[in-house]
């Protein structure tokens, strides 16, 4: 059973890399990578600490809900781990 | 004369630049002369270094696809780990890391990236104009069937569509179905016939 995980809602301002359009939608795990520096801080010659980058599966039901063009396509991306909470 | 702002083709000609720099041309050009002036670099390793990547074409990202189709260890090396798979090659990635997502009769795949506009620059080359439109980007995940059809791809009816939004560290290059009736195509013959919109998941390679 693959990892089900939800993104975070919170809209900070700065150079963040999890769309917009995905935050509070839930999806399983589809790999895990990494990890790679936060780019959030590494964008401003900060230091980064590197985070697990997980591709995570959505159906095109969860992003779209009614609106889905087709209810079982599927949209990855990747997601840093601090962007993610795990859903029983 | 009445067009003489067209050209003979009857296109309009593109203006002269005489504006003044933009703030980030200026700032180009000083950063630029700057590391040529403390011998950083100089204008001759910048010039190679366009040259080198005016030299990436759709034809690197080809040779990965015939391999793949012609070559089972190899094919099995690039899905597991693209970015070593394809530097064995001499096709190297740098600091990013490649994964290839394969086509088959059931999955079709399609690249797009919301954020900006990452691309596998050392595979297919300079991103096309669309690849980095508001359009693209926003309509692919939104409704990536439209924006299929719109390139003249259909697909088999009970096909899923896999969308890879590349957010971050990755890079994805599509590995398209290989075409039927090319069973006795050599990888050379079969790289002829691998499109640059068949690796963005926009086409479908030609066929024989």
């Known amino acids: 059973m693959a990892e089900r995980v939800r993104v975070s809602t919170r809209m900070p301002i ?5 769309p917009a359009y995905l935050r509070g939608k839930t999806g399983v795990i589809e790999r895990t990578l990494g990890p790679f520096p936060d780019p959030e801080r590494l964008a401003y010659g900060q230091e980064a600490q590197k985070f697990p980058l997980r591709r995570v599966r959505f159906t095109m039901a969860e992003v779209w809900g009614d609106q889905a063009e087709t209810p079982d396509d599927t949209l990855d991306a990747e997601i840093y781990e601090h962007w993610l909470e795990r859903v029983e | ?67 793949a189709w ?46 900006c506009s990452c691309y596998p620059r050392n595979l297919l080359g300079l991103p096309p104009d669309w690849y980095k439109s508001r359009a693209y980007r926003s ?49 050379a013959a079969l790289a002829a016939l691998v499109t640059r919109d068949s690796m963005i998941g926009t086409g479908l390679p030609r066929q024989p």
């Open chain 1, 14 to 18: 700065g150079h963040v890399r999890t």
């Open chain 2, 1 to 67: 004369m009445p067009h003489d702002h067209l050209s003979p083709s009857g296109h309009p000609y593109r203006p002269d630049q005489d504006h003044p720099l933009t703030y980030w041309q200026q700032m180009e050009i000083a950063l630029r002369e700057l590391l040529i002036e403390k011998g950083v670099t100089t204008a001759a390793e910048i010039q190679s270094q366009i040259e080198a990547m005016d030299a990436r074409t759709p034809a690197n990202g080809a040779a990965v696809v015939a391999r």
């Open chain 2, 70 to 115: 012609t070559d089972p260890s190899f094919r099995e090396a690039l899905m597991a780990d693209a970015s070593e798979a394809t530097r064995g090659m001499g096709f190297d990635i740098g600091p990013m890391r490649l994964i290839a997502v394969e086509n088959t009769a059931e999955v079709h795949n399609m690249i797009v990236c919301t954020l």
């Open chain 2, 139 to 187: 309509r692919t995940v939104r409704e990536p069937r439209k924006v299929l059809a719109e390139f003249g791809v259909e697909l088999p009816p009970g096909t899923t569509v896999r969308v890879h939004d590349s957010t971050a560290d990755m890079r994805y290059i599509v590995i398209p179905a290989r075409p039927a009736g090319t069973e006795g195509l050599d990888a």
